[in-house]
């Protein structure tokens, strides 16, 4: 029995060094790659407007929000000719109709008239649908979604249209960034992996064609979104999903992070909505995973990470249920001493995963203006392990949720958080090119 204890603690070592080592390689890709540091970054020159878009901000009891997001994506620098805006939301939802109506109206005496809301009445109430049914209503050459409770750039659909425009592309994920770093002991981490993923590993994954996209600030060709059906309605993470089905057809997915350009967000206000939030993402890759949809990925290349990126929170699961057994063999199992230091070594790896994270901390505060403190590391130290062991459980939790047959959508709760402090609207900073200023 000792020598199959020690065996498993053998291979879920060196399974769990191999996944932090890979991990931590796509934290810091961009840094490692100058090129993809600069393919990153948003051009200096914008071009002159010239494709429509479709902004489609799905909504659920948002009513505490949805007027000022509104408001910020009406009034983005770009044509109100070729700037469609749609509200979507199910019939049940008064709040958020009446206060989408209100505000509607309010734009309306002021001569702005591109901003509709489109309402439904029929099943599943969730995010998918509500995006397809909001396509049937969209006019425009390139369809995007913001969430309900963004703070977008002003100049992001331009951006966007100079990125389609000269570079041929028909897919862009633009950047998306947690703001309230200081909220709780757990919106630290948090933001920090929304930082890492949208700034580097997105940019690896788009690189070797296998990318799942976010769930806003994402732009699509309205023809391939028709020739694809939408969105999968029945799957928790439909941004996923479409993003590698969208890989699958071999279509060139373009990604851009730059600090001045991201949409603000924040984290969920309270453990038990960021629980839920998390249990719904794993429980969508898992969903995506047992589709196969990664298995049409053109390339071994491909359909290896497609398939590494699904599995993770199974792999999260597991690491739920191996923490305490390896905690009880530390006690009660006599392992020899290379199988000890063997068994450190995704210690290591945990503890080059938090040194990289402070590092991240500081340059995220450092390009939106913010101070990062010793005292936020301190607390980071302490809160670093919980929160891995908040992720296993969530894992957990999304795992027995798929094997019960549960896929109800759990809300996330919105409180604008991230939006202290941030009235002003931020000016162009790029420069336009002639035509735009002829």
């Known amino acids: 029995m000792q020598q199959l204890l020690i065996g498993l603690l053998v291979v879920v070592s060196l399974l769990l060094s191999l996944q932090a080592a890979y991990t931590l390689y796509m934290m810091v890709y961009t840094w490692d790659q100058p090129e993809a540091e600069e393919l990153a970054r948003v051009p200096e020159h914008l071009a002159a407007p010239s494709l429509s878009f479709t902004a489609v901000v799905p909504a659920r009891h948002e009513e505490e929000v949805i007027a000022r997001t509104l408001d910020r994506v009406v009034r983005s620098n770009y044509p109100a000719a070729l700037l469609q805006v749609i509200v979507v939301c199910s019939a049940d939802d008064e709040g958020t109709i009446a206060r989408t109506t209100q505000k509607i109206a309010e734009l309306a005496a002021e001569g702005i008239t591109n901003a509709k809301l489109v309402v439904f009445d029929d099943l599943p109430i969730n995010k998918p649908h509500g995006l397809n049914r909001a396509l049937r209503e969209a006019r425009s ?5 913001f ?3 963004d703070e977008l750039h002003p100049d992001i659909v331009r951006v966007v249209n100079t990125i389609m425009v000269n570079e041929g592309v028909r897919v862009v994920q633009a950047g998306v960034q947690l703001m309230n770093y200081k909220s709780n002991w757990y ?7 929304y930082f890492f993923w949208f700034k580097s590993r997105l940019h690896y994954q788009a690189r070797l064609g296998s990318i799942p996209l976010g769930g806003n600030t994402v732009f699509f060709n309205r023809e391939l979104l028709n020739q694809l059906n939408g969105w999968d309605e029945s ?10 089905r969208v890989s699958s057809m071999g279509e060139r997915i373009r990604v851009i992070y730059d600090d ?13 909505s960021f629980i839920k939030q998390r249990t719904r993402w794993s429980q969508g890759f898992m969903q995506t995973l047992r589709s196969g949809v990664w298995k049409q990925m053109p390339t071994r290349h491909q359909r290896y990470l497609a398939l590494y990126t699904l599995a993770f929170p199974h792999a999260q699961a597991m690491l739920g249920l191996y923490a305490p057994i390896a905690l009880a063999m530390v006690f009660f199992v006599n392992a020899p001493v290379v199988v000890a230091m063997l068994s450190f070594l995704p210690v290591l790896f945990l503890v080059a995963h938090f040194l990289t994270s402070v590092i991240g901390l500081y340059e995220f505060a450092d390009a ?15 809160t670093w392990l919980p ?17 019960a047959g549960r896929g109800e959508w759990e809300k996330t709760q919105h409180v604008g958080a991230h939006r202290i402090n941030t ?9 336009d090119t002639a035509d735009d200023v002829a």
Do not use: C, W
């Open 423 to 431: 009235d002003t609207v931020v000016p162009h900073t790029a420069k």
């Open 187 to 193: 919106s630290t981490f948090n933001v920090l992996e």
């Open 387 to 403: 929160y891995q062991l908040v992720l296993s459980y969530a894992a957990l939790r999304a795992l027995r949720r798929l094997m």
């Open 235 to 244: 799957n928790l993470t439909e941004d996923a999903e479409i993003g590698l």
């Open 368 to 382: 939106h203006k913010l101070k990062a403190t010793p005292a936020t590391v301190i607390k980071m130290a302490f």
């Open 141 to 145: 050459d390139v369809v995007t979604v």
């Open 260 to 272: 001045r350009y991201v949409t603000k967000e924040e984290t969920p206000p309270n453990l038990s």
């Open 147 to 149: 969430d309900a409770e």
